[in-house]
């Protein structure tokens, strides 16, 4: 069952954005996870600050700022990357990529100034590298966002 809020956005993180750094190969302005506030063999919880100096506010849209449903996927999806590579030996020689999204609902708009709080779990045990996951996204105690996500873990070459 994902977890539900409320979530300690305040507790010790179990990765800080050094430690992300270490584990996704994402960089500015492309990294959309500031910090890992859980993470079991069933279930991790992620965060983003949302900020207005994110440079897609520029043009969507000026006049009333909204973070593109895209970029929540690619966030969610960030986080679930961190999931399954928290359990490889050597993080660094392996990445995750999309094969899959399902079901995508968007609920509420995300804003400049919300922290966005992804909890997912797996679907299944991961199989020759494939992992599915289902997802939801929240800001305080309301539900954003929520799907499936089906990602493959591939060596680097």
Request: glycine share 8%; with cysteine; aromatic share 8%.
């Given at each position: ?21 270490k584990?996704?190969?994402h ?7 500031d ?31 909204l ?7 690619e ?7 961190i ?55 929240f ?19």
């Open positions: 069952m994902i977890k539900e809020p409320p979530f300690d956005i305040y507790a010790d993180p179990v990765y800080d954005i050094k430690e992300i750094k584990i996704l190969p960089r500015s302005p492309f990294l959309l996870v910090k890992i506030l859980e993470l079991s063999d069933n279930h991790i919880v992620g965060l983003k600050n949302v900020t207005m100096n994110e440079g897609f506010f520029m043009g969507h849209f000026p006049d009333e700022p973070m593109p449903g895209v970029l929540q996927i966030a969610l999806a960030q986080v679930g990357g999931f399954v590579l928290s359990g490889v030996e050597d993080k660094k020689s392996y990445s995750t990529y999309f094969l899959k999204i399902n079901d995508v609902r968007f609920r509420a708009k995300v804003v400049p100034g919300d922290t966005l709080v992804f909890s997912l779990e797996p679907i299944a045990p991961i199989k020759q590298g494939i992992c599915i996951m289902r997802g939801k996204a800001v305080g105690n309301k539900l954003v966002m929520q799907g499936e996500l089906t990602a493959q873990i591939i060596k680097n070459k």
